[in-house]
């Protein structure tokens, strides 16, 4: 994996539950990592399976190997919130590719 591509950051969040005022149970993300990725293109393939039934934006960013990430993690990308589908490792801990899509507003 060449470091000039690695032209993104993102920032992978993981979620936690912490209690409110009120000792209500709530969702809180937390920094995982920061990192740098290289952005994806969507094949061909993957544009047509997914063109005609969704409105979702799907991203693939390539980064290097970390330990621990997760589908129940996220990426924030240019402030906005990606929800991680799959994780694919690339090579012997070389790196990985998060495929995405983008959390409703």
Do not use: H
């Not at 924030?76 to 929800?83: K, L, R, V």
């Amino acid at each position: 994996m060449k470091s000039g591509k690695l032209t993104e950051t993102i920032r992978i969040e993981r979620a936690t539950e912490a209690l409110n005022e009120y000792g209500t149970p709530e969702t809180a993300w937390t920094r995982f990592a920061t990192i740098r990725a290289e952005r994806i293109d969507a094949t061909t393939e993957e544009f047509m399976r997914g063109f005609g039934a969704s409105d979702e934006q799907a991203v693939v960013f390539r980064v290097r190997f970390i330990e621990g990430v997760s589908n129940a993690d996220r990426v924030i990308w240019q402030g906005e919130a990606f929800n991680i589908q799959q994780v694919t490792p690339i090579g012997r801990r070389k790196g990985l590719d998060l495929r995405c899509v983008r959390v409703a507003a």
